[in-house]
């Protein structure tokens, strides 16, 4: 019913940027949270970035100041922002959205995307 898409990862030298792109797609009638989440080789998954309906945003304490989260509510997609990245970044990075389906009113579920993998390495 509802499918998200990432797109935007790939290999990088460390300092540099990415931007990853999370659109969602089917039935929507709201979306709530859109959240970034990343898992790293042998490592539990962990919040990255997080952003609220109106914009209201927070941040994994490993990512502060250098990834920056936002949303364009007219094309339900989510973005990330990647500055200064560092070898530790390199990671699967998966976007979560928190979408209430057409008809169902504001009955919320979660749906994840399929994941992207992002690679900091010289």
């Known amino acids: 019913q509802v499918q998200l898409v990432e797109s935007g990862g790939g290999l990088v030298q460390p300092g540099g940027s990415l931007r990853l792109s999370c659109a969602a797609s089917?039935?929507?009638?709201?979306?709530?949270?859109m959240d970034w989440y990343r898992q790293a080789p042998g490592k539990e998954r962990e919040l990255v970035a997080s952003?609220?309906?109106?914009?209201?945003?927070r941040y994994g304490d490993s990512v502060k100041g250098r990834f920056t989260t936002s949303r364009d509510n007219a094309k339900n997609a989510a973005y990330l922002q990647m500055n200064t990245l560092k070898p530790e970044d390199t990671a699967v990075y998966y976007c979560?959205?928190?979408?209430?389906?057409?008809?169902?009113?504001?009955?919320?579920?979660?749906?994840w995307g399929q994941g992207i993998q992002v690679t900091v390495s010289s």
């Open positions: 979560k959205f928190s979408v209430a389906l057409t008809g169902s009113g504001f009955d919320y579920s979660t749906y």
């Open positions: 952003i609220g309906r109106v914009g209201a945003t």
């Open positions: 089917g039935s929507i009638f709201s979306i709530d949270t």
